[in-house]
């Protein structure tokens, strides 16, 4: 997207401000300490680092850490701006639109790998294959720190009311389906244009729009994309699998109407926040970071699998959230040892009170992490996140290169079938050819 220069300007110069004190040494009466910077979204559920640092400082006396942050909206562009300004800072993640895929492309990552030494992920108690997704070529680029994943809530409060039974949370119970799932999102929807008798089944928010058909059965990238540095080669919006998926998708609101339109989801979402704390949903599929929201609802939550849909093989979507050293860090040594420090056993523990729930990747720690919910059984969890590591896939985002802009495209352009304007069958055309289109210039720079 081109800028004017003024803008361009304002917008590296409030990056400079936003990123202050990145790579960098103090002198002291010790000698020489050296600052690393850690940027994150200014948000409770990452800034509580804040709060680790002393206790980092304290056993590193030669490394000082600082925090700077920006809104989830202007992560991206604040950071590109401060790289461009030779201003990087030196730890961060994907945090932003963009993902892993699109900042290794970009060439922002550092190869970690001569840093590394003697590390083992089985150290920090950090499973293989979590670990591998950010290798590439052999070469580590991330430290995993957090791993979420999909989950559904469901209001015990509606189920009772309406005389269903709970949904399970063992992921080997094929009865629990897609379709069995529409059917009780049946019993519990009241579709009505009054706000305050109207309630709906099921909000299906499963992964970003590209990735629900994977879902269905259905592909929108080619397979070539998960082993060429996130560059799909193909596009198949167009392709009867992804249309039906879609189809399915948006015709649980405008067909079967068990699911929320979006201007009654931007009605409770502007009291509470999320429309399944409204209490007007009776299950949500979601990011299992609602969860952290546990305490706010008004009304008895339970947690569930995600119903077998006709893709046997992924029913969960996998947030893994890494912690990057940035290519321009002047202090990659540094830097590590302060991510090493925030994935052992003892700081993931702190970190899950300190952040409101966020989930370590450290499988000892994630044990008090299944305990930290008032009112849901810690096994149910524990089962739910085992299932969801099973039947996962890694979610686009962190995967396809120049997500930003993609992701851009899918809502705009699915927002009149959302809405309810348009068909699926004649707008998905027109995706295929703009992403198509966008894929051919982007990839090429």
């Known amino acids: ?41 200014d948000s409770p ?7 680790l640092i002393p206790e980092f400082e304290k056993a590193h006396p030669n490394i000082k850490v600082k925090v700077t ?26 945090w932003g639109y963009g993902g892993f895929m699109e900042y290794y492309n970009k060439g922002m990552l550092a190869d ?22 950010y290798k590439v070529d052999g070469k580590t680029y991330g430290i995993p720190l957090n791993s979420y994943v999909t989950v559904m809530l469901y209001n015990k409060d509606m189920f009772d009311k309406a005389g269903l039974e709970y ?69 198949n919006l167009t392709e009867p699998a992804v249309v039906e998926a879609y189809k399915k998708i948006y015709g649980l609101i405008w067909d079967q109407k068990v699911s929320p339109t979006p201007a009654f989801s931007k009605s409770v979402s502007g009291q509470f926040g999320d429309p399944f704390l409204s209490g007007k949903i009776g299950m949500s599929v979601v990011g299992s970071w609602s969860l952290a929201a546990a305490k706010d609802f008004s009304f008895r939550v339970g947690v569930a699998a995600v119903p077998q849909g006709p893709n046997p093989d992924v029913r969960s979507v996998l947030y893994v959230d890494p912690l990057f050293v940035l290519k321009d860090s002047k202090h990659p040594k540094e830097a590590l040892e302060w991510i090493k420090f925030l994935i052992t056993t003892e700081i993931q523990e702190k970190s899950i009170e300190l952040s409101g729930g966020n989930p370590p990747v450290n499988q000892k720690a994630a ?11 810690p096994k149910q969890i524990q089962q739910i996140f085992a299932g969801a590591y099973k039947y996962g896939f890694e979610s686009y985002n962190h995967l396809i290169s120049n ?19 348009k068909k699926v069958e004649d707008v998905l055309p027109v995706i295929q050819d703009k992403l198509t289109k966008l894929l051919e210039r982007v990839n090429k720079e």
């Open 403 to 421: 997500y930003s802009q993609i992701n851009e495209l899918f809502i705009n352009e699915l927002a009149s079938v959302e809405n309810g304007d």
């Open 45 to 51: 559920d990452r800034t509580f680092v804040e709060k």
């Open 167 to 235: 949904p399970p949370t063992d992921y080997e119970d094929k009865s629990w389906t897609f379709d069995k799932m529409v059917e009780y999102a049946k019993k519990l929807t009241v579709d009505s244009k009054n706000l305050a008798e109207a309630q709906y089944g099921v909000d299906f928010g499963f992964g970003e729009r590209d990735q629900r058909p994977q879902y269905f059965g259905g592909n929108v990238y080619s397979d070539d994309t998960w082993t060429n540095g996130g560059k799909p080669s193909k596009i």
């Open 69 to 94: 942050k920006a809104p989830y909206e202007q992560f991206d562009s604040k950071l590109q701006s401060a790289i461009a300004a030779k201003n990087s800072p030196d730890v961060t993640s994907h």
């Open 112 to 133: 970690l790998t001569p840093y590394l030494g003697d590390f083992k992920a089985s150290d920090y108690n950090i499973p293989e294959d979590v670990m591998n997704i």
């Open 367 to 377: 044990e008090k992490f299944y305990n930290n919910f008032e009112g849901i059984d």
């Open 1 to 41: 997207m081109n800028k004017k220069l003024g803008t361009a300007l304002a917008a590296a110069l409030a990056a400079s401000t936003v990123l202050a004190g990145c790579s960098g040494k103090d002198k002291n009466a010790g000698g020489e300490t050296v600052t690393i910077t850690h940027y994150t979204i």
